[in-house]
């Protein structure tokens, strides 16, 4: 998918509001299709899915919770709930039903398009693969416990480092940049200039790597990012 041409559907009952995110983001670059309530985004996406989907919670018929529910019962699509009220119980219950992420009214287009940027990149790394198994090399992943064990020590992982070799065990042998890697760390608020994936990576190879001047389990993609490969030198 090309993040910075993908296909936007807002779903949203003002039409001020539509016609106002249609604008911004045709500008920079999106493709945007427009429905006022559930029947038009139901029409809207019977002939494909888009690559995210911008839904307002208040609309006429279906709200946007039971819309969620609905598109989550056929599709993984992102979706960015949007709501008035701002209340905390809406945005869990948005989130619970499976919204990606969640936008008080009003806010600013850029804030929104941060959002949808970082929502895009997420699902550019795809979801965590079921079958990845939870040990490579002499290491065993303990989630309850968030440690990392080489034949039952706990090698002493940082939180920060523990977060990160979870989303490299889930991805195993996927390309993953830096933008997708913060974006799973951090989530859309984060400095663009930040370079913190890789010091995490640099401290993360001198516990794990055989030889961290020449990984075998975190390499690096010259000119993408990085892949994690289980198998390590085998691999």
Sequence with gaps: MNITAARILVVDDDPALRDLLQAYLTDTGFVVDLAEDGQAMRE?????????????????????LALTR????????????LSARGEEVDR??????????????????RELLARLRALLRRAQAGPATPSAPDCFGPYRLDRSARR???EAVDIGLTSAEYDLIEILIDR??????????????????????DRTVDLRV???RRKIEPDPAHPVYIRTVRGLGYLFNPKGADG
């Design 172 to 193: 195993p042998g996927r390309v993953l940049t830096r933008d997708i890697l913060l974006d799973l760390l951090k989530g859309y608020d984060r400095d663009p200039f």
């Design 70 to 81: 609905e598109l989550r019962a056929r599709s993984q699509v992102p979706i960015l709930m």
């Design 202 to 204: 640099a401290r993360l």
């Design 148 to 150: 990392l064990l080489a």
């Design 44 to 64: 809207a996406i019977q002939g494909a899915m888009p690559d995210a989907i911008v839904l307002d919670l208040m609309l006429p018929g279906s709200d946007g």
């Design 92 to 109: 869990v219950v948005g989130l619970e039903l499976g919204a990606d992420d969640y936008l008080a009214k009003p806010f600013s287009p």
